[in-house]
């Protein structure tokens, strides 16, 4: 027995010290065992990987098939090695030789996988390769010309690049493009290289060279895309500029104005739409209003319009939940990624839905009575479901039926459209299906490509789609769309679903604020601290002076940041907390907080405003004792705070 476990121990320890992944799995492609090699080669750990089918954990959809051939074989104890390219737990590519070992049938499980990485191996085999077939292409082109695979890197170049750039042929090929352009070029260029690999000819652009020794210049790149086998490359023929304006550049210069035009429109329709909820948010506020001051003037009890101020009240909350959805829509930053449920973003969304679709349209939400958690950044969700219902509303100008839906689903099999492959798999579904006008064969493939758009002159920025396509590959999600001419159009979303609960907060699409929670706390007595208020807007700053001053603070206050520093200078006693506003007139709240804070250097300051906490931060403050507080805000909340920061 002590034999028999020391055999099992050696054997452990040989299979676990081995580089190459060893997999065991059962006759249904489950994982049984997943050793340390596998472990780092692919990054899951043995607990979620085991019980897991192979396709699901590292079998990308378009390898599946040659994975299924190999594995289901007969009459073969050992099939030979083939090469897959796999995907690892961080969505990266990985190219390795495996071999099926097939196990007697005694055994719970039925193969031995033995996979080793030959990553590097094979990327030498194909560019080689491709190189050798690409300087046949290019041997007989005179101009300066660059052939660049699909990531950005250079194949092969003819001699006159040596002269455009000073570089040598051996300093650019099988290096990045972007090293002889400046970062505006680099990201123009990889905005083209990405589109639909069916585009053949493509548009001429005008970039920034940056030479070895560090001049710049301008040139035009005419774009050829070139399909070879299962790679799709690009030929840049290159031509410098002569000092005039170049008839592209011209063409650019052109469609920069009349994109920014259309911006200008999209943000009007956005804006219509969002003026009608907040006239709605007024009326209830001014009527109510009315209604008590006449009631004051007549002298009435005021206990019989607590009902009207309760609404005055509500009617607050929902303009201040509609303000936050729209500085989520427009925020401009990186993914912040979190656990989240995809119905309570749907719902936070829904009024702005209804406003924006429009009388014409009904629009139908499902949301499932369950759905687990994803990955995402919240605010981005939100507006892929806005870009969303805006397409489909522009697709049905007479009016339909728009239907918004979420469901848990698991795929037993891979699904396929012309822009994406969604591997089988459990996920979340995001879906938007519309009665419109559906598109056209042709068009299906292009929708989500930069700038492409088939409405006519200044009704679309081409920007929507793309916008989505972008969010949602960020996310790791996929796409599946189906649509026909006059049968409507069905986009589906697939979050990768997760087992971790989501997160409550953020749930709405709104940003959360960084710099200071929300709770409140209960108000500690005071000791008659001097509080200095600086706010341009007389209405937000009488109610800021008029709560303080009743909870039994000394308040100093100035309209705008010039009277705030003569006054703070000429106040003899000590001044305690500084709440002012972001936006002022002269100099804002961040530079009027290091100047005050430069002659008090005890101050503490609460930035007040209505915009992200985001702008306060990308200012570059780094006063320690600063805090954050989001327009509108209870009045407790306001107290609660003051006296929080004021203890600390």
């Not at 301008?218 to 030929?235: G, I, K, Q, S």
Request: proline letters at 5%.
């Amino acid at each position: 027995m002590a034999r028999d476990i020391g055999a099992q121990s050696v054997t452990s320890l040989l299979v676990n010290s081995s580089p190459d992944a060893l997999i065991l799995l059962t006759d249904t492609f489950a994982v049984e065992f997943w050793s340390s090699g596998a472990q780092s080669m692919f990054g899951y750990l043995e607990a979620e990987a085991v019980g897991r089918t192979i396709h699901e954990l590292i079998v990308p959809a378009p390898q599946q098939p040659a994975v299924d051939r190999a594995l289901n074989a007969p009459d073969s104890s050992r099939a030979p090695a083939i090469e897959i390219e796999f995907r690892t737990k961080h969505n990266t590519t990985l190219v390795g030789d495996m071999s099926i070992t097939t196990l007697p049938p005694v055994t719970p499980v039925r193969f031995l996988l033995t996979i080793k990485d030959v990553s590097s191996l094979a990327c030498i085999r194909r560019r080689k390769l491709l190189q050798a077939r690409v300087h046949e292409l290019l041997a007989h082109v005179v101009d300066a010309a660059v052939l660049i695979d699909a990531h950005g890197w250079v194949l092969c170049a003819t001699p006159k690049v040596e002269t455009v750039f000073s570089y040598t042929r051996a300093e650019i090929i099988l290096q990045p493009f972007a090293q002889v352009l400046d970062d505006a070029s680099t990201t123009l260029l990889a905005t083209h290289l990405t589109v639909s690999s069916e585009a053949q000819h493509m548009p001429r652009l005008a970039l920034t060279g940056v030479t070895k020794d560090g001049r710049r210049f301008r040139f035009h790149a005419h774009l050829t895309r070139l399909h070879m086998e299962e790679d799709v490359l690009t030929m840049a023929t290159l031509h410098e500029h002569d000092g005039g304006e170049e008839p592209a550049a011209q063409e650019l210069r052109a469609e920069d104005h009349e994109l920014h035009g259309q911006k200008l429109e999209a943000i009007g329709r956005l804006a219509g739409g969002i003026a009608h909820d907040f006239n709605n948010v007024l009326t209830v506020v001014t009527g109510f209003s009315q209604l008590i001051l006449r009631g004051v003037q007549q002298g009435e009890d005021l206990s019989t319009f607590v009902e009207a101020i309760k609404e005055i009240k509500a009617a607050g909350e929902r303009g201040a939940q509609l303000t936050g959805q729209l500085l989520a829509f427009s925020r401009k930053q990186p993914a912040q990624p979190e656990v989240i449920a995809l119905n309570p973003i749907l719902h936070g969304v829904e009024r702005m839905l209804k406003s924006l679709v429009g009388e014409n349209i009904e629009l139908v939400l499902v949301p499932s009575k369950e759905t687990g958690s994803i990955m995402a950044d919240p605010g981005h969700v939100g507006q892929v479901i806005m870009n969303l219902t805006l397409n489909a509303k522009d697709a049905m100008p007479d009016g339909g039926e728009l239907i918004i839906e979420t469901a848990n689903c698991e795929l037993p099999v891979a699904l396929h459209c012309e822009h994406d492959t969604v591997p089988r798999g459990r996920y979340v579904m995001l879906s938007v299906r519309d009665t419109g006008v559906g598109i056209a064969t042709d068009v299906l493939p292009r929708i989500f490509e930069p700038f492409f758009t088939t409405k006519e002159r200044g009704k679309g920025t081409g920007l929507g789609l793309a916008t989505v396509y972008g969010i949602v590959k960020q996310s790791d999600a996929h796409f599946y769309v189906k649509s026909a001419v006059s049968q409507g159009t069905e986009i589906r979303i697939y979050f990768p679903r997760i087992e971790s609960p989501a997160q409550t907060q953020a749930q709405s699409g709104a940003p959360t604020a960084r710099a200071i929670e929300t709770t409140i706390q209960p108000v500690k007595p005071i000791t008659g601290e001097t509080i200095l208020i600086v706010e341009d807007e007389d209405g937000v700053r009488a109610v800021e002076r008029t709560l303080l001053q009743e909870a039994g603070y000394h308040v100093l206050e100035a309209s705008d940041s010039e009277e705030a520093i003569e006054l703070c200078t000429r106040y003899g006693g000590p001044i305690h907390l500084m709440v002012t506003d972001v936006m002022l007139p002269g100099l804002n709240g961040r530079q009027l907080a290091e100047r005050l804070t430069t002659l008090r250097t005890n101050l503490k300051v609460i930035f007040v405003t209505g915009y992200s906490s985001d702008i306060v931060f990308r200012q570059g403050v780094e006063t320690k004792s600063l805090w954050f507080l989001q327009k509108p805000f209870p009045p407790e909340l306001l107290l609660s705070k003051v006296r929080q920061i004021l203890n600390t």
